[in-house]
Every structure is written in C-alpha cells, then in structure tokens.
C-alpha cells in the first residue's frame, strides 16, 4: 500500500470516529440532559430535570378515562357503626319482684315499700315518716319475707325466704294481711285490686307489698294496733297519726 492510499484511509477513519462521538454525546444530552460540570454541583441551586422527567405528566389519566374527561374526586366513606339496642327499663312491679328477700334481713323489703308507696302516689315526705312504722310492722309480722302464711317456718339456718313447712292460716304476705282487713271477695282490695285470697297476696312480692301499703293506706296503723295484745308485737309510737297523706 502507498502512502497516499493510507493517508486517505486513515482519515476517513478519523472522520467516522468523529461522527460517533458526535452523535453519542447527544444521546447523552437528550436522555439525561446537559452534563454539568462536577465543580459546579456544590454551587448550582438549579434543580436537576432531565428531559426523559420533564416529559412524564404529572397526573396520569387513569386506565379506561379518555383525556380531556372531568371526573370526581374519590369519595371517603365513614365507617358506620349500628345503634347498640338497649333492653326497656323495668317496671316498678319487675324491680320488686327480683329484689333478694331473706329473713331478718329489712333492705329489700324497704326498698320495696318505698317503690310500691311511691308507685301509689305518695309523697317522697310521706314514705319517709312511715317508713319506721312499715320496718316494724315487717319485723314483726314476716321477717321480712313476702311468701309468709300464717303458721309457716322457715329453714334453718336461713336461706333467703324458703320455708320448711307451709301455713294454714289466712293471714299472709309481708304484713301478714288477714281477709276481714280487705281481701275478702266482698271487699275493696278484691273487688278493686284483684287480691281475693292469701294466695293472691303471695303470688309474688309485688302483690304481698301492695296489700302491706294499701291496707295502711286505707286504715292508717289500725290494722296492726288495734288492741293490747297486737301492740305487743309493734311499736305503734312509730306510726305518725292519722293516715298515710292525710
């Protein structure tokens, strides 16, 4: 080969090699952006942005929306909680009836007294001033358990208001109600309440309270001192004069 042949060659060579780096510095430039110097970076405030970046939106249409369609913002749905149910409060005669009665034991059965004498209409004043009477009357007459008949016993040692034998007498329930004070068929807490025999009165101890506090009601302290020989057995000095109310 000649001089001038190589010559030619070889510059031709030069020149495609030119070309080359020509064009890959321009790749370099539009897919990563300008090449910055690297003494310039510490100084150069200029956020960084290639063009390959700059070209992506920033919200992009989601899949299935046409561009150019409005759509809604999301909305965020509150969680929804279901109203608990609460159970109906209990009647005044549901209250009496599930209170723990024993023998010789008098809260439950004043707390009894003073719901069905409030459910009567007495004044709150009035329960009060006969509530040591009532307490008495209990003590005396019951020991405080609804269920009584005369001539029962309880067991011993006590359990709540269970008996160990059952009466035959006619007086019954907490103030030991007798059929000639009212619950004859002929006279006012049958004809009126419904109370007709002893075992009206002990049906529960809402009933056997209610003829307790009517029957004071209707004849004061009469029923329960009526002569020396009841007095015996209560301190009629409790009971405010007259009538519950009056």
Known sequence: MNLPEWCRRNRLELQAA???????????????????????????????????????????????????TATSPPVRLESVQATPTLPPPLTPQQVVNALPYAVSQPGPAMEAYRIVAAHLGWSAATIEAWAPFAEDVMYGESQFCWNRIGGDAMVYPPDGCRKSREGHSS??????VTPI??????LWMCQEYGMCSKWDIVQDPWHSMLAMVLLMEREGRQPWCYDDF?????????????????
């Open 171 to 176: 007086d019954a329930g907490f103030g030991q």
């Open 18 to 68: 030119g070309i080359i780096a020509a064009l890959f510095a321009v790749g370099v430039i539009l897919v990563d952006g300008p090449m910055i110097p690297a003494a310039a970076w510490d100084n150069d405030t200029t956020p960084y942005v290639s063009v390959a970046t700059a070209a992506v939106p920033e919200s992009p249409i989601p899949h299935g929306v046409e561009a150019g």
């Open 181 to 186: 004070a009212g619950y004859r068929s002929d």
């Open 230 to 246: 009841a007095r015996k057995y209560h301190d009629c000095t409790l009971a405010p004069a007259g009538r519950p109310g009056t």
